[in-house]
C-alpha cells in the first residue's frame, strides 16, 4: 500500500486533512517528530472528522527513527518546490513513500540528496508554495492513478 510521510509536520489542520485523506484513500500515513503540534490537538482531531479510526498511522520519533524501519527495497519519493522533475513525470509503485516537508521550509537538502525529489508546478505568478494537504492530495492521487486505484 501506498505511504504518506510527514516530516515534522507544523500545522495540525494540515496534518488532520492529510490524515483524512489517506484514510479515505486507503494509504498509511507516517507522521516523523518533532511535531508543531500536540497529537491530542483538537485542531487535529477535528481536521481528520471520523476518519481516525479507519486510518492506518505510525508516529516516529525522530527521522532516524523512521529510516531504521524504511526497509531496504522502499522507494521514497521526496516532494519539493526545490528540484526540476515534476511529480507526473515518475513511475509510481504501490508500495512507494510519498515524503512531505514542512509547511515553513520544505525538506531539509540532506533529504534531498538522499531520496529522488518531484515537484508540482506551479505555473501562476505567486506564491513560494502550495498548502501541504493541497499537495499531498496532488502527489497521492497520481500516484493512485497511475496504480489505476488499486490500493490493495
Known amino acids: 500500500m501506498l505511504k504518506v ?3 515534522q509536520p507544523e500545522i495540525p489542520q494540515n496534518a488532520g486533512n492529510i490524515a483524512r485523506t489517506c484514510a479515505a484513500a486507503g494509504l498509511e500515513l507516517h507522521l516523523v517528530r518533532p511535531l508543531g503540534f500536540q497529537w491530542a490537538s483538537p485542531k487535529l482531531r477535528r481536521a481528520g472528522l471520523d476518519y481516525w479510526s479507519e486510518l492506518h498511522y ?16 522502499a522507494q521514497v519519493w521526496a516532494f519539493s518546490s526545490k528540484v526540476s522533475t515534476r511529480y507526473s513525470q515518475v513511475r509510481y509503485g504501490p508500495e512507494d513513500y510519498l515524503l512531505f516537508g514542512p509547511e515553513s521550509r520544505g525538506l531539509p537538502q540532506a533529504v534531498l540528496e538522499r531520496f529522488p525529489a518531484v515537484t508540482i508546478p506551479m505555473p501562476g505568478r505567486g ?25 490493495r
Do not use: M
Open 5 to 7: 510521510v510527514l516530516y
Open 58 to 73: 505510525t508516529l516516529h520519533d525522530s527521522w532516524e527513527a523512521f529510516l531504521a524501519r524504511l526497509p531496504d527495497s
Open 127 to 151: 506564491g513560494r508554495s502550495l498548502n501541504l494537504a493541497v499537495a499531498v492530495g496532488i502527489g497521492v492521487y497520481e500516484a493512485l492513478r497511475q496504480l489505476e486505484f488499486q490500493v
